[in-house]
T-cell receptor, first 110, second 112 residues
Framework: GQQLNQSPQSMFIQEGEDVSMNCTSSSIFNTWLWYKQDPGEGPVLLIALYKAGELTSNGRLTAQFGITRKDSFLNISASIPSDVGIYFCMNSGGYQKVTFGTGTKLQVIP | NAGVTQTPKFQVLKTGQSMTLQCAQDMNHNSMYWYRQDPGMGLRLIYYSASEGTTDKGEVPNGYNVSRLNKREFSLRLESAAPSQTSVYFC???????????FGDGTRLSIL
Protein backbone atom coordinates (compact mmCIF):
# COMPACT_ATOMS: atom_id res chain seq x y z
CA GLY A 1 0.00 0.00 0.00
CA GLN A 2 0.89 3.64 -0.12
CA GLN A 3 3.55 4.79 2.32
CA LEU A 4 4.54 8.20 3.53
CA ASN A 5 8.07 9.38 2.82
CA GLN A 6 10.00 9.46 6.06
CA SER A 7 13.57 10.60 6.61
CA PRO A 8 16.12 9.83 7.65
CA GLN A 9 15.85 6.08 7.26
CA SER A 10 18.25 5.50 10.14
CA MET A 11 20.30 7.52 12.60
CA PHE A 12 23.21 6.87 14.93
CA ILE A 13 23.54 9.56 17.57
CA GLN A 14 25.41 10.13 20.79
CA GLU A 15 23.47 10.09 24.04
CA GLY A 16 22.43 13.63 24.89
CA GLU A 17 22.10 14.80 21.29
CA ASP A 18 18.88 16.10 19.78
CA VAL A 19 17.14 14.19 16.97
CA SER A 20 14.89 15.37 14.18
CA MET A 21 12.91 13.35 11.66
CA ASN A 22 10.10 14.15 9.25
CA CYS A 23 7.35 12.70 7.13
CA THR A 24 6.04 14.06 3.86
CA SER A 25 3.10 13.23 1.68
CA SER A 26 1.75 14.25 -1.68
CA SER A 27 -1.73 14.37 -0.15
CA ILE A 28 -3.27 16.67 2.40
CA PHE A 29 -4.23 15.12 5.73
CA ASN A 30 -6.18 16.29 8.75
CA THR A 31 -4.32 14.18 11.30
CA TRP A 32 -0.69 13.26 11.85
CA LEU A 33 0.26 10.60 14.37
CA TRP A 34 3.71 9.59 15.59
CA TYR A 35 4.48 6.14 16.95
CA LYS A 36 7.50 4.31 18.37
CA GLN A 37 8.02 0.59 17.99
CA ASP A 38 10.51 -1.34 20.09
CA PRO A 39 11.78 -4.74 18.89
CA GLY A 40 9.24 -7.46 19.55
CA GLU A 41 6.54 -5.05 20.63
CA GLY A 42 3.65 -3.19 19.11
CA PRO A 43 3.69 0.47 18.06
CA VAL A 44 3.06 2.93 20.87
CA LEU A 45 1.37 6.26 20.20
CA LEU A 46 3.65 9.20 21.07
CA ILE A 47 1.90 12.30 19.78
CA ALA A 48 -1.28 13.09 17.85
CA LEU A 49 -1.65 16.29 15.79
CA TYR A 50 -4.96 17.60 14.49
CA LYS A 51 -4.45 21.12 13.12
CA ALA A 52 -2.10 22.66 10.58
CA GLY A 53 0.68 24.48 12.40
CA GLU A 54 0.00 22.66 15.67
CA LEU A 55 3.03 22.10 17.88
CA THR A 56 2.63 19.47 20.61
CA SER A 57 5.06 18.16 23.21
CA ASN A 58 5.19 14.94 25.20
CA GLY A 59 8.12 15.11 27.58
CA ARG A 60 11.31 15.36 25.51
CA LEU A 61 9.35 14.79 22.30
CA THR A 62 7.93 17.61 20.21
CA ALA A 63 5.99 17.20 16.99
CA GLN A 64 4.62 19.71 14.52
CA PHE A 65 1.86 19.53 11.92
CA GLY A 66 3.16 21.29 8.83
CA ILE A 67 1.23 24.33 7.65
CA THR A 68 0.85 22.83 4.17
CA ARG A 69 -0.82 19.78 5.85
CA LYS A 70 1.48 17.58 3.79
CA ASP A 71 4.24 17.08 6.31
CA SER A 72 5.07 16.62 9.96
CA PHE A 73 8.21 16.72 12.10
CA LEU A 74 9.23 14.90 15.26
CA ASN A 75 12.04 16.12 17.47
CA ILE A 76 13.60 14.33 20.43
CA SER A 77 15.71 16.40 22.76
CA ALA A 78 18.59 15.15 24.92
CA SER A 79 18.36 11.57 23.69
CA ILE A 80 18.80 8.67 26.12
CA PRO A 81 19.48 4.96 25.47
CA SER A 82 15.82 3.98 25.86
CA ASP A 83 14.96 6.19 22.87
CA VAL A 84 16.32 3.41 20.66
CA GLY A 85 13.66 2.00 18.37
CA ILE A 86 11.80 2.63 15.15
CA TYR A 87 9.74 5.78 14.85
CA PHE A 88 7.06 6.13 12.23
CA CYS A 89 4.34 8.53 11.25
CA MET A 90 0.82 7.60 10.38
CA ASN A 91 -2.27 9.30 9.15
CA SER A 92 -5.75 8.27 8.27
CA GLY A 93 -7.95 9.68 5.58
CA GLY A 94 -10.56 7.09 6.56
CA TYR A 95 -10.77 3.45 7.51
CA GLN A 96 -9.33 2.20 4.24
CA LYS A 97 -6.99 5.12 3.73
CA VAL A 98 -4.53 4.54 6.55
CA THR A 99 -0.95 5.26 5.51
CA PHE A 100 2.29 4.75 7.36
CA GLY A 101 5.74 6.27 7.15
CA THR A 102 8.63 4.10 6.07
CA GLY A 103 10.17 4.41 9.54
CA THR A 104 13.29 5.94 11.10
CA LYS A 105 15.52 3.53 12.99
CA LEU A 106 17.20 5.35 15.86
CA GLN A 107 20.34 4.07 17.55
CA VAL A 108 21.72 5.90 20.58
CA ILE A 109 25.36 5.44 21.49
CA PRO A 110 25.92 5.75 25.26
CA ASN B 1 -4.43 -0.82 32.25
CA ALA B 2 -4.13 -3.55 29.60
CA GLY B 3 -5.16 -1.60 26.47
CA VAL B 4 -5.13 -4.04 23.54
CA THR B 5 -4.36 -7.67 24.37
CA GLN B 6 -3.47 -10.24 21.73
CA THR B 7 -3.19 -14.01 22.12
CA PRO B 8 -1.17 -16.03 21.44
CA LYS B 9 2.14 -14.16 21.27
CA PHE B 10 3.84 -16.83 19.18
CA GLN B 11 2.54 -19.68 17.03
CA VAL B 12 3.97 -22.14 14.54
CA LEU B 13 1.60 -23.83 12.10
CA LYS B 14 1.90 -26.31 9.30
CA THR B 15 0.61 -25.43 5.86
CA GLY B 16 -3.11 -26.11 5.66
CA GLN B 17 -3.80 -25.83 9.39
CA SER B 18 -6.34 -23.36 10.69
CA MET B 19 -5.96 -20.90 13.51
CA THR B 20 -7.75 -18.02 15.18
CA LEU B 21 -5.89 -15.01 16.56
CA GLN B 22 -7.64 -13.31 19.43
CA CYS B 23 -7.76 -9.61 20.26
CA ALA B 24 -9.49 -7.76 23.08
CA GLN B 25 -9.49 -4.09 24.06
CA ASP B 26 -10.59 -2.53 27.33
CA MET B 27 -10.77 1.12 26.20
CA ASN B 28 -14.43 0.98 25.08
CA HIS B 29 -13.32 1.78 21.53
CA ASN B 30 -15.78 1.46 18.69
CA SER B 31 -13.34 0.52 15.92
CA MET B 32 -10.88 -2.35 15.70
CA TYR B 33 -8.33 -3.39 13.09
CA TRP B 34 -6.07 -6.24 12.05
CA TYR B 35 -2.72 -5.56 10.37
CA ARG B 36 0.17 -7.65 9.24
CA GLN B 37 3.76 -6.40 9.37
CA ASP B 38 6.39 -7.83 7.06
CA PRO B 39 10.04 -6.76 6.69
CA GLY B 40 10.32 -3.83 4.31
CA MET B 41 6.55 -3.63 3.84
CA GLY B 42 5.36 -1.76 6.89
CA LEU B 43 1.90 -2.33 8.33
CA ARG B 44 -0.84 -3.43 5.96
CA LEU B 45 -4.51 -3.45 6.84
CA ILE B 46 -6.19 -6.86 6.59
CA TYR B 47 -9.68 -6.18 7.94
CA TYR B 48 -11.32 -3.62 10.12
CA SER B 49 -14.51 -3.25 12.11
CA ALA B 50 -15.83 0.30 12.23
CA SER B 51 -18.29 -0.60 14.96
CA GLU B 52 -19.77 -3.61 16.67
CA GLY B 53 -21.61 -5.71 14.13
CA THR B 54 -19.70 -4.51 11.05
CA THR B 55 -16.56 -5.74 9.33
CA ASP B 56 -14.90 -4.66 6.08
CA LYS B 57 -11.95 -5.68 3.96
CA GLY B 58 -8.71 -3.78 4.04
CA GLU B 59 -5.76 -3.88 1.67
CA VAL B 60 -4.83 -7.59 1.99
CA PRO B 61 -7.91 -9.62 3.05
CA ASN B 62 -7.39 -12.77 0.96
CA GLY B 63 -6.94 -15.90 3.07
CA TYR B 64 -8.40 -14.34 6.22
CA ASN B 65 -11.75 -14.01 7.93
CA VAL B 66 -12.72 -11.91 10.93
CA SER B 67 -15.39 -11.83 13.59
CA ARG B 68 -16.35 -8.88 15.75
CA LEU B 69 -17.60 -10.95 18.65
CA ASN B 70 -18.69 -7.96 20.73
CA LYS B 71 -17.47 -4.42 21.32
CA ARG B 72 -14.33 -5.66 23.10
CA GLU B 73 -13.24 -8.56 20.91
CA PHE B 74 -12.16 -8.89 17.29
CA SER B 75 -10.72 -12.18 16.05
CA LEU B 76 -8.77 -13.05 12.90
CA ARG B 77 -9.01 -16.53 11.40
CA LEU B 78 -6.76 -18.30 8.96
CA GLU B 79 -8.78 -21.16 7.50
CA SER B 80 -5.95 -22.87 5.61
CA ALA B 81 -2.59 -21.39 6.50
CA ALA B 82 -0.02 -20.77 3.77
CA PRO B 83 3.70 -19.95 4.11
CA SER B 84 2.99 -16.49 2.61
CA GLN B 85 0.99 -15.73 5.75
CA THR B 86 4.09 -15.95 7.92
CA SER B 87 4.16 -12.52 9.52
CA VAL B 88 3.66 -10.50 12.66
CA TYR B 89 0.00 -9.69 13.18
CA PHE B 90 -1.11 -6.61 15.08
CA CYS B 91 -4.54 -5.77 16.38
CA UNK B 92 -5.45 -2.13 17.02
CA UNK B 93 -8.41 -0.14 18.24
CA UNK B 94 -9.60 3.45 18.06
CA UNK B 95 -12.53 5.53 19.25
CA UNK B 96 -13.67 5.92 15.69
CA UNK B 97 -12.74 6.86 12.16
CA UNK B 98 -9.55 8.93 11.77
CA UNK B 99 -8.82 8.68 15.49
CA UNK B 100 -5.45 7.53 16.86
CA UNK B 101 -5.08 3.78 16.90
CA UNK B 102 -3.72 1.84 19.86
CA PHE B 103 -1.87 -1.36 19.09
CA GLY B 104 -1.37 -4.68 20.83
CA ASP B 105 2.03 -6.33 21.15
CA GLY B 106 1.48 -8.63 18.19
CA THR B 107 1.28 -12.31 17.36
CA ARG B 108 4.34 -13.78 15.65
CA LEU B 109 3.07 -16.46 13.30
CA SER B 110 5.27 -18.87 11.35
CA ILE B 111 3.82 -21.26 8.80
CA LEU B 112 5.98 -24.12 7.67
Amino acid sequence: GQQLNQSPQSMFIQEGEDVSMNCTSSSIFNTWLWYKQDPGEGPVLLIALYKAGELTSNGRLTAQFGITRKDSFLNISASIPSDVGIYFCMNSGGYQKVTFGTGTKLQVIP
Amino acid sequence: NAGVTQTPKFQVLKTGQSMTLQCAQDMNHNSMYWYRQDPGMGLRLIYYSASEGTTDKGEVPNGYNVSRLNKREFSLRLESAAPSQTSVYFCASSEGNRQPQHFGDGTRLSIL
